[in-house]
């Protein structure tokens, strides 16, 4: 077993029942190698992107803006970078042809990927399909059980109307299971009791985006959800931060604010020193 095939493994277990862990697999989002390593120091079992991140860390607006050499170059910096399993936001593969979003696919697991997010957004279930399967065609011979994590915008986007979203959001589960999804992401889902009927009905692990209306972790185990998601949240707060100090730095010139809560040079610099 290779060592990429032993984290993909590893990744997979990770979103079943394991009683040493109290909650769901919690999934703090990167946006590049730097973020990456530090979200692994802490001791996070896996590392998942946030294309939305990665992009804004580019230059590029979220929304399949991305150019796809970025993003496998980004991908490649960060396997270079940690050793735990690394999953991939993929948004919809960058592309409406299944045959071009397979090769882009391929092309993360290539340089270290061992999952994926990928997403029906505003589109038809089918194509969806269409492009897992031949995820599932095109990555079959590189010897990497590639765990395909199939997101579902139905809540998010308000596809169809609230009484009809969980009896959707199964119909779509059940067509994404088949053409080969490994996992169901259903960001903007918070209720309990749509939570559980779609965790016990899904026939997938469910995932979940973290939203102020959830509770803890724990309880979100009861519930039946095995994964969680920061999303872009830790880009967002991070952005956040830095404009705060560069706006109250550009404007008076003070140096004492740029330090006082920032991580010290040394510990920064040894999470990057070879291992």
Known sequence: MTPQSERADRFRRLHH???QRPGP????????????????????????????????????????????????????????????????????????????????????????????????GGGAPELLCAKIERIRQATATLGVALFVNARTDVYLRGLVPEAQRVDETLARAARYREAGADGLFVPGLTDETQVRAIAAGAGLPLNLLARAAL??????????????????????????????????????GDSRPL????????????????R
């Open 17 to 19: 029942d394991d009683p």
């Open 25 to 120: 697999l919690l999934l703090a989002n990167a946006w590049d190698a730097g973020s990456a390593r530090l979200i692994e120091s802490l001791g996070a079992p896996a590392v998942a992107t946030t294309s939305a991140g990665v992009a804004w860390a580019h230059g590029f607006a979220d929304g399949d803006h991305l150019p796809v050499p970025r993003l496998v170059a980004t991908v490649a910096d960060i396997v270079r970078a940690v050793r735990v399993p690394l999953s991939v936001d993929v948004e919809g593969g960058y592309s409406d042809d299944p045959d071009t979003v397979a090769d882009h696919v391929a092309g993360l697991v290539e340089v270290g990927a061992v999952g994926i997010n990928i997403e029906d």
């Open 259 to 274: 330090s006082a809560q920032a991580l010290p040079y040394s510990e920064l610099n040894a999470l990057f020193s070879p």
């Open 215 to 252: 509770p803890p972790a724990p309880q979100l185990r009861e519930w039946g959800v095995r994964r969680l998601s920061a999303g872009s949240d830790l880009a967002q707060s991070a952005h956040a931060r830095v404009r705060a100090l560069a706006a109250d730095f550009l404007r008076d």
